[in-house]
């Protein structure tokens, strides 16, 4: 019940403030020991001036119903304490977006569908930290740039320079919002015992998203099933193929996504067609990972570095172990939605229409502008 007690009085320090955004204040402990026993540690850092680890509560730790609701982790940053709403697998950079003297932790809390939350917390060395969340899918971007900006409610255009500046307190987020086909860039700015908010959208951008197969097309989900791929979700199981011992296995999908396309190429085979958008990779026989457009291909999907062109005559491989062969096209212009596999639990590829293809790798470099 100690235990509990200690949990309870750590959530008294939330405070919301803004749609996207909320702070967490810490409290300064006696013994971290005391404090975290029972959870299970997830990270850890130490460095000369800066200890920092996570902790995440195991399934069933907290009885208190009012503490399972508000935070499933506790982050300890060297004699201070916070709870915080977490998943257990993250990623932590230390930067300086302020002052060399507060380095700010960014924490990407990721989860199983490659989406992130995204925290800044700014740490003080005589008082409390701050944690902000500056949202799903943000990035900071690190690298000066230049992009088309239209001004909401505008119809001109014209060339927007941004800059991530070591030390400025004003600096620019690049917000994915793949299932909608945007990004957003946008102005934060840090105020002292606030944290960051967002001061200027500066810009929404189209993007280019995964998902590239119509719903009609049939994936093997064992040996003698296929499935809609349309009709698929997370935590069923595909065949894939194991390129090392050269033989097919169950995997379980772990992402799946759909967004509309405008632009299709329906490949002909000569055992069967499938319609997909001209990025999709195909394995091909004697060329490896093929698509319409090998270019678009490695640069948005981080899973395929060297890409080749699909075409007619083309063999490919078969669910079956036997062949067939790209005989044709058609370019299709119209607004259909489309669907792809993002993850597997063991693999990176499954069979469409009994032909051999790859999972779309997500996350911030798969998304272009058009």
């Known amino acids: 019940m100690k235990k509990l007690l200690i949990f309870g009085a750590l959530t008294l320090g939330l405070n919301a403030f803004g749609q996207d955004f909320y702070q967490y204040v810490s409290i300064r402990m006696d013994s971290t020991q005391e404090n975290i026993e029972g959870v299970n540690k997830i990270y850890e850092l130490d460095t000369h001036y800066l200890t920092l680890n996570v902790f995440q509560k195991p399934e069933g730790f907290f009885e208190d119903e009012l503490s399972e609701e508000l935070f499933s982790s506790l982050i300890t940053i060297n004699d201070f304490i916070l709870p915080i709403e977490l ?12 002052s060399d003297d507060s380095p700010e932790i960014i924490i990407y809390s990721l989860w199983r569908s490659g989406a992130y939350d995204t925290y800044i917390i700014n740490f003080f060395k005589d008082r409390p930290f701050v944690v902000t969340k500056i949202g799903l899918m943000a990035k900071i971007i690190e690298e000066k740039g230049v992009i088309k900006h239209s001004p909401e ?12 500046e070591s030390g400025n307190n004003e600096f620019y987020l690049f917000r994915e919002e793949f299932w909608y086909c945007k990004g957003i860039i946008q102005k934060i700015i840090f105020e002292e015992l606030i944290g960051y908010s967002i001061k200027e959208t500066m810009e929404t951008l189209e993007i280019y998203c995964g998902a590239c197969f119509t719903g009609e097309v049939l994936v093997s989900v064992s040996d003698s099933e ?6 698929l979700k997370v935590g069923d199981q595909v065949l894939t193929y194991d390129f090392l011992s050269r033989q097919n296995k169950i995997s379980q999908i772990e992402g799946i996504i759909s967004v509309p396309h405008d632009v299709y190429i329906e490949y ?15 394995y091909v026989s004697d060329k490896g990972w093929s698509s319409f457009d090998p270019e678009a291909t490695s640069s948005r999907y981080n899973n395929y570095n060297a ?9 490919l491989k078969l669910s079956n172990g036997k062949k067939s062969s790209l005989i044709g096209y058609t370019i299709i212009e119209e607004r259909r939605p489309s669907y792809t596999i993002t993850k597997l639990s063991d693999g990176d590829s499954f069979y469409v229409n009994d032909i051999l293809v790859g999972v779309e790798n997500f ?5 272009n502008k058009k």
Not at 87 to 98: H, P, Q, Y
């Open 87 to 98: 998943t257990d697998s993250i990623k932590i950079e230390i930067v300086d977006l302020v």
């Open 153 to 164: 409610g505008s119809s001109e255009t014209s060339n927007f320079e941004y800059n991530y």
């Open 226 to 231: 296929k499935k809609t791929i349309s009709s």
């Open 268 to 282: 002909h085979f000569d055992h069967d067609s499938i319609t997909s958008t001209l990025d999709h990779p195909f």
């Open 307 to 315: 890409v080749d062109k699909i075409a007619i005559g083309d063999v």
């Open 363 to 367: 996350d911030q470099h798969c998304l």
